[in-house]
């Protein structure tokens, strides 16, 4: 489990801004909640699903 309070100071260490009223609402949002994308990209190029063509930085993440 995920501690928010704790996340967001790992965050903040890293250099990236949080704009989230809650500790659990950020807690959900947790990076390691989702697949790893290079992975993900890995898997689906070499299953022919897909063709690598660029690779992007997220600037940021909106939850509405």
Not at 15 to 23: E, F, H, N, P, V
Not at 26 to 34: F, I, N, R, T
Not at 35 to 56: C, L, Q
């Amino acid at each position: 489990m995920v501690k928010g309070v704790e996340l967001r100071a790992k965050l903040k260490s890293s250099g990236i801004i949080i704009r989230c009223k809650s500790d659990r609402g950020l807690a959900k949002e947790a990076p390691m909640a989702y697949k790893d994308v290079a992975n993900m990209v890995s898997v689906v190029t070499e299953a022919g699903i897909a063709k690598r063509v660029v690779r992007v930085k997220p600037v940021a993440v909106i939850k509405g």
